[in-house]
Structures are given as C-alpha cells and as structure tokens.
C-alpha cells in the first residue's frame, strides 16, 4: 500500500503546483528564482516531452491508460521484492502518469512551469509529473543494470558450490 501512496503524493504535488501555477500567473508569466538560470515560467503543452505530437489528446488519453494499467499490474507483482528500489520507480512513474493524464483529459493540455537555461540554452518548461517520471525509469534502468549483476553473482556463486561439491 506505501508505493500507493507514494504515487498519491506525487500526483497531489504536482496537481498543487499545477494548480497553483495555473490560477496564480498569466500565460507566459515568469518568476526569476535563481537570476536567469532557474525560473517559475507558466506555460502549456498540448504535446508530449519536449512538444512532440502536439494536440494528439487521444492518443496520449489511451497510451496513458494503458501505462497505468500496466504499472499497477506490475507494482502488484513487485510489491513485496525484497528489493525496494523497483517499486519505488514505479510509484513514481505512476504518480507523475496519472498526473499529466488528468491535465489531458480535463484541458487537453499539461501546466508545465519549471524552467531551466544554461547561457541561450532553455531546457523544455516541465512540471512535477514530468521530474518524477523520469527520476522513476532512470532508476527502473539502474534496477536492471543491478538485478542483472545479482543474477551474475548468483551463478558465479552456484557454480562455485557445484564445483566444491565434485
């Protein structure tokens, strides 16, 4: 139940900020919090990472649904692991998915607002949703790379056994 709510919080943060960015700035407002580099810029996208496929709200409305079924079903199957690591991704990409699903399916656009430039370089404006999401699969990638170095071990280790044992 924890990862559950994990995922709950995530989606009440980024719905709060969201909400808060939404009703508080006009489009295009910006907040300077670090001089250029770090601004609060209220901005919309009726895409997906970086812009990409503007308006498909339908296509986004069911490859989302079908993400999150997916998720749930496999938190279900991972949620006792002794590895905690997994789960805890997975709570965070659920959260940061459900979020950007209810933008798309209520306005058909997602509230992105944190902006980053680095000299005439602006990152893409992205949210809460959009950070979990991609902290959440960074570390289901870093899982893997270490499940496969456990799985590793656990043969090395099977070997030498057999080979004690002749």
Not at 25 to 33: A, F, K, L, S, T
Not at 59 to 81: D, G, N
């Amino acid at each position: 139940m924890v990862y559950f709510l994990i995922a709950l919080i995530v989606f009440l943060i980024d719905q709060g900020t969201k909400y808060l960015i939404a009703t508080g700035m006009e489009y295009g407002d910006q907040i300077p919090i670090i001089g250029n580099f770090f601004l609060i810029t209220s901005h919309r996208n009726s895409g997906a990472a970086f812009g990409i496929l503007e308006g498909r709200r339908v296509f986004f409305i069911v490859i989302t649904t079908v993400v999150v079924v997916a998720i749930v079903w496999y938190l279900q199957k991972v949620k006792h692991s002794p590895n905690k690591m997994l789960p805890i991704a997975l709570s965070l990409v659920l959260g940061g998915a459900l979020g950007n699903f209810l933008d798309r399916a209520v306005s058909g656009e997602v509230v992105d607002f944190l902006q980053f430039n680095f000299g005439t370089y602006t990152f893409p404006i992205f949210n809460v949703a959009d950070s979990c999401i991609v902290v959440g699969v960074i570390l289901i990638v870093l899982d893997s790379f270490l499940e496969i170095r456990r799985e590793k071990r656990t043969a090395v280790s099977a070997q030498e056994q057999q080979e004690e044992k002749v």
